[in-house]
């Protein structure tokens, strides 16, 4: 992890990294928290097949991902697998439809610093199969893959391979 040395309190080359979750100044005690982050993934399931997004850009560039971003402040959890949903396929939810389904811990690694995440997995079921017309820099491709052929090695994120083991286990 990238380690921030100058405490913003008092301007001194003090801080203390924990190895978990804090730094701390001894000079002013100021404590800065690096507290977990909320996140949504979402299946978008049509039948036996869900739609996965393949990473442009990193972290996990080209693995698989299920559509779903960050919380945002004063956002409920459904209302950001909506806006995300929206903002990267151009889909528009319906969010009484969304069916959660359990929540995993991840660590998300962006531009050498850990994210401790609690990702959120939601379902959402389709009546019928579409397609987007990606001109979002975020995804390079899309695709309805069926359940019995996801490659657990191809998925971009930890939490996810460990919730397609559950799913995939309890259909």
Known sequence: MKV???????GKESLNWDGEKKWSCPHC????YNN???????????GDEIYLTRRNQDPKKG????????????ESAEETCKRELFEELQLDIDISNLQYITSLPNIYQYKEIDYNTIDLFYEYRVQQKFEVNLALSEISETQWIPLSHIDLDDIAFDSQKIFFEQYLKNL
């Open 36 to 46: 977990v982050a909320g996140a949504v993934a979402v299946v978008i399931r049509h």
């Open 4 to 10: 921030l040395k100058y405490c913003p309190n008092c």
């Open 29 to 32: 005690n100021f404590t800065l």
């Open 63 to 74: 693995k698989l991902d299920l559509a779903g971003g960050f919380v945002d402040p004063r």
